[in-house]
């Protein structure tokens, strides 16, 4: 009897920080076989060597390489993109948007070319605008493109719920909506610490501090390393998307998915909890949202309304 198996391809574009750190977990985790891509071609391939170099000690049987040449991401079932400039002490992600919808611009149309059937996630900067960067120019069905920032806003949310209440990261349950910018919407009533609604063990006075550290808590990083922004945390996110739509997990993570109708939100990209499946982005649920929540929400979509029309002119 023959079978023939062959691994998920796992395609980086992008081997900075981020990058470097998406292959190491990818590896790590066994995700599939991994293509570092950068333009900086030694960059990519150093740090696929190295990690290369770490598998025998850490039992990872997985290939990784780097490159500079599209056609070695050819055919990969999922791509991750950290193409892009991050930010430097007192930039806010919107001042990114030149630059990025540019080198964004650059990899969609490779993405189009060489990877037309893959499942993509967006990480660069600023997010909401450069996933629709990506779904505009690889003209991709719209579950297929995703954004990676609600997981990582929702973690820091979660990780200062925790510190707060003296509690296991591992029990609190936490949603953050919206664009991934300051006016992200942090959803009190979506929080609880072991099933028990956070309202119930916290008073608004002590979450609200709460909130305002996880809308600013990318630029408490970029101001702590001066030279760019967090790199460990993205890329961990971006690998539990990866994980949920090669294993077929069906996770409800909050993702720039494609609104068409909910939450009252209409063809963009923005921050909801969405089923990730082997469908990529299969469902997006609705949650009733109180209504400084609903109205936050609202606000925040606007915002990414503005700033993909920016967008849009550069394209
Ligand atoms: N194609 C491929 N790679 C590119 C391109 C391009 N057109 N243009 C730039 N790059 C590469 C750079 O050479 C660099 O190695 O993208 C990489 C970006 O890495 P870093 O500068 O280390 O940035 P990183 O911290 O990984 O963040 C990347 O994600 O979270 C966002 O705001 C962050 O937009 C930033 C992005």
């Given at each position: 009897m023959s079978r023939t198996f062959t691994r998920p391809k796992i395609a980086l574009i992008g081997a900075?920080?981020?990058?470097?750190?998406?292959?190491?977990?990818?590896?790590?985790?066994?995700?599939?076989?991994?293509?570092?891509?950068?333009?900086?071609?030694?960059?990519?391939?150093?740090?696929?060597?190295?990690?290369?170099?770490?598998?025998?000690?850490?039992?990872?049987?997985?290939?990784?390489?780097?490159?500079?040449?599209?056609?070695?991401?050819?055919?990969?079932?999922?791509?991750?993109?950290?193409?892009?400039?991050?930010?430097?002490?007192?930039?806010?992600?919107?001042?990114?948007?030149?630059?990025n919808v540019k080198i964004m611009k650059d990899c969609a149309t490779n993405i189009k070319q060489h990877c037309p059937n893959a499942f993509v996630i967006v990480v660069a900067n600023p997010l909401d605008a450069m996933v629709y960067t990506m779904a505009q120019v690889t003209g991709f069905p719209k579950n297929r493109v995703v954004g990676m920032?609600?997981?990582?806003?929702?973690?820091?949310?979660?990780?200062?719920?925790?510190?707060?209440?003296?509690?296991?990261?591992?029990?609190?349950?936490?949603?953050?909506?919206?664009?991934?910018?300051?006016?992200?919407?942090?959803?009190?009533?979506?929080?609880?610490?072991?099933?028990i609604p956070v309202t119930q063990l916290m008073t608004k006075a002590e979450f609200d501090?709460?909130?305002?550290?996880?809308?600013?808590?990318?630029?408490?990083?970029?101001?702590?390393?001066?030279?760019?922004?967090?790199?460990?945390?993205?890329?961990?996110?971006?690998?539990?998307?990866?994980d949920s739509f090669i294993h077929d997990k069906k996770r409800?993570?909050?993702?720039?998915?494609?609104?068409?109708?909910?939450?009252g939100i209409k063809e963009l990209f923005v921050g909801v909890p969405a089923v990730i499946g082997a469908g990529g982005v299969e469902k997006i649920l609705e949650v009733k949202l109180n209504a400084e929540d609903a109205a936050a929400l609202k606000l925040s979509a606007e915002h990414v309304g503005d700033l993909v029309a920016e967008a849009k002119k550069r394209l």
């Open positions: 900075g920080q981020i990058g470097g750190n998406l292959a190491l977990l990818a590896g790590q985790k066994q995700l599939g076989d991994v293509v570092l891509f950068d333009i900086v071609e030694g960059m990519a391939k150093g740090k696929a060597l190295d990690i290369a170099q770490m598998t025998p000690i850490q039992d990872f049987d997985i290939k990784v390489s780097g490159t500079s040449n599209w056609n070695d991401c050819a055919g990969a079932d999922v791509v991750i993109v950290t193409a892009g400039l991050p930010r430097k002490p007192g930039m806010s992600r919107d001042d990114l948007l030149d630059t920032a609600g997981v990582l806003d929702t973690g820091r949310l979660q990780y200062f719920i925790a510190d707060h209440l003296g509690v296991s990261v591992e029990d609190v349950t936490a949603f953050v909506l919206g664009g991934h910018g300051d006016d992200m919407v942090p959803v009190r009533d979506l929080c609880s610490v072991g099933g501090p709460i909130i305002d550290r996880t809308r600013k808590a990318g630029g408490e990083i970029v101001g702590l390393l001066k030279t760019g922004s967090a790199y460990y945390s993205p890329a961990a996110c971006a690998i539990a998307m990866a409800v993570l909050p993702s720039a998915a494609y609104c068409q109708g909910e939450y």
